[in-house]
């Protein structure tokens, strides 16, 4: 179980995180690329994946990044990686070397463990140079061939649950943000409880607390083992997919010559902060039907999530959506 107790400075500091971090991304995919689990999800992705990792993730697959069970609260700094990769990397090559040895330890001694770490991890835990090194190298090379290719369909995915958020702090605030993330996360005020495989309490002491959305996190929130004083404390949290996103990312030539025209003009335009179906119906002056089948042509081309939150279904335009939205004048209804 896993409980963070907050106090009321703690959510007057509550936040989503204002998208992907490229560091998470990298530990929660690893760690399902070899899962079964959740195939209508991950499974496409996972067959495009698997046959094109090559020597990048063979310093991974040694143990740094278990299938299972802790992984090094270094790798995911809670100074975090939403920025360029090449700087979330050297945060994480610039651990203090004291961080790499503890972390390293708590590995070795992890109880999912079948094999002693290799020596490289050895090298890495005395902070040697070529070691990490080898390690930044992995770690970039591993994010080149499984994720940079489907960044846009990641930080869509990723939009589209931050829009759904949106709307639960206004229609509820902090509490309504909270209560909106079950049955993953059950808030319980003060406390925010989670199904996790060890006990692990966190009092968040007036620090808050980042909410930080994963395209690759599955069924529960992962969390650092032993976050740092110094730092807001993170908590990685499953979202919602649309199924087929990953093949989702740019408009398909079939679907364009269906797109011409100002109501869907409109619709791309009102998606950009998020809708609901309802809402286009009720702005655009046509019916429910109409705008589900607007937005079912526009999901179809890349163009648009569509994301069930509750018991509404909120639209949100895709990168390539954007691309299109500037790219010139429209055409007639």
Not at 63 to 79: E, K
Not at 238 to 245: A, C, L, R, S, V
Not at 256 to 271: K, M, Q, Y
């Amino acid at each position: 179980m896993l409980r963070l107790h907050f106090t009321s400075d703690d959510l007057a500091r509550v936040r989503v995180a204002a998208g992907p971090d490229h560091l998470w991304e990298i530990a929660n995919s690893f760690q399902g690329l070899f899962r079964g689990t959740d195939a209508l999800s991950f499974g496409p992705w996972r067959r495009l994946v698997r046959p094109r990792l090559g020597g990048p993730a063979d310093l991974l697959l040694a143990g740094l990044l278990p299938g299972r069970g802790y992984f090094p609260d270094f790798l995911t700094p809670a100074a975090g990686g939403h920025g360029e990769l090449a700087a979330a990397l050297d945060t994480v090559l610039g651990a203090p070397r004291a961080a790499l040895r503890d972390d390293l330890a708590l590995l070795a001694a992890s109880p999912h463990r079948r094999r002693p770490l290799p020596d490289l991890t050895r090298a890495l835990a005395d902070g040697d140079p070529e070691a990490l090194r080898r390690l930044g190298a992995a770690l970039h090379g591993y994010h080149r061939r499984a994720l940079a290719p489907y960044w846009p369909q990641i930080r869509a995915q990723i939009d589209a649950d931050r829009a759904s958020r949106a709307r639960a702090v206004l229609a509820g605030g902090t509490d309504g943000l909270l209560a909106s993330f079950g049955p993953v996360l059950r808030w319980r005020p003060p406390v925010l409880e989670a199904d996790y495989p060890v006990r692990h309490e966190v009092r968040l002491d007036g620090r808050g607390l980042v909410l930080q959305p994963s395209c690759f996190c599955t069924r529960r929130p992962v969390t650092l083992a032993f976050p740092s004083r110094d730092w807001t404390p993170v908590l990685v949290y499953p979202i919602d997919h649309t199924p087929g996103w990953v093949g989702g990312g740019s408009p398909r030539a079939a679907e364009l010559g269906a797109l011409l025209g100002r109501t869907r003009a409109a619709i791309l335009e009102d998606v950009v902060t998020g809708r609901t179906t309802g809402e286009l119906a009720a702005r655009l002056g046509i019916s429910g039907a109409a705008a589900s089948q607007h937005t079912a042509v526009l999901r179809r081309a890349g163009l648009l999530l569509s994301v069930r939150h509750s018991k509404y279904v909120v639209h949100t335009i895709t990168p390539a959506g954007l691309v299109l939205l500037e790219a010139g004048p429209r055409g007639p209804v």
